[in-house]
């Protein structure tokens, strides 16, 4: 049991790191960030949502999806 304890924190200090606009995140912090935006994004209201898939198909289109139909509001 206190191997295992010792081998679990071992494994966290060698935690893996991401480099994401200039800032450095671990693997764990990453994730908890992720689930901020999560919750974040639930709370917008309908009409926002569809302002970001509008944003979201403009940039599809100019990536080279050309197929991509662009909601007009």
Do not use: V
Request: aromatic letters at 10%; zero cysteines; charged letters at 40%.
């Amino acid at each position: 049991m206190r191997n295992l304890k010792s081998l679990r924190r071992k494994a966290m200090e060698g935690e893996q790191k991401f480099i994401i606009g200039g800032r450095i995140l671990k693997r764990s912090d990453f994730f908890k960030e992720e689930e901020t935006r999560k919750k974040q994004a639930a709370t917008f209201s309908f009409e926002e949502k569809i302002k970001i898939l509008i944003d979201l198909q403009k940039l599809a289109y100019k990536w080279g999806r050309k197929n991509i139909i662009i909601w007009k509001i």
